[in-house]
């Protein structure tokens, strides 16, 4: 049996008219052009999803791309950020392709800074917030314990929590270290052919970056070659995993 749509016509127009109520036929219009507007928004978030989880199953952007209809090319560049800033999307969706986690380790971050800037050591000691992210994963992988993450980037882990809404990450300011970290992180979800923004990524930006961060990561082993290792290491084991036979 198929399933209906999830959302009739109807209900899109009874929606409108419930939003503008005393409004004429102009302002319905108006209306239900920004509820069109956030639908689109909507169906982007909706095949990014189930890109993502082609990606993490193993599929190549030539096969996604074959599944949407379009090239290999035009399903990378809709579904691959470009976080330089070139980037078209609205402000409000800058950081709509981070996960949970990265969004939380950046909250955490901003919550350390208090008032002052955002630096790149407090986001890679941010990382930590997220025990279960990759990026915590691998650096424990290594060796390294929290303290002495925090010892070598002068800067303890606290307790406070931030906003990891988009609309106030968007908001946070970031010192020109944090900045180039960010970029370093654009580096990292292109060079893995990557499609979202996860706590791998950053760590990664951080060592690509080169600077505040690189060197004392790099003297605690954690390094670019190892990172991408560990990456490596995790996607294989979830493809082993979806593979296996299910026991009966």
Known sequence: MTASFPVPLDNLIAYVKALQPHGNPLDELAQAVAVTERLDEQGD???GHFVDQARRSGASWSQIGASMGVSKQAAQKRFVPRWDGSDPVPESRLFSRFTDRARNVLAKAQAMAGSAEVSSAAIVVGL????EGLAAKIIHQLGVTDQALCAALRLDLVEAR?????GALRRIAFAEDAKKLL???LKAVL??????VGTEHLLLGALFAGQGTAAPLNELGITVDNVEAGIA???????AERQAPRAR
């Open 183 to 185: 970029t370093g992180t």
């Open 45 to 47: 978030a909706l095949i």
């Open 233 to 239: 290491s995790e996607v294989a084991r979830i493809k």
């Open 191 to 196: 060079r893995l052919g990557h499609n979202y």
């Open 128 to 131: 930590l917030s997220e025990p």
């Open 162 to 166: 931030g906003d990891a809404d988009p």
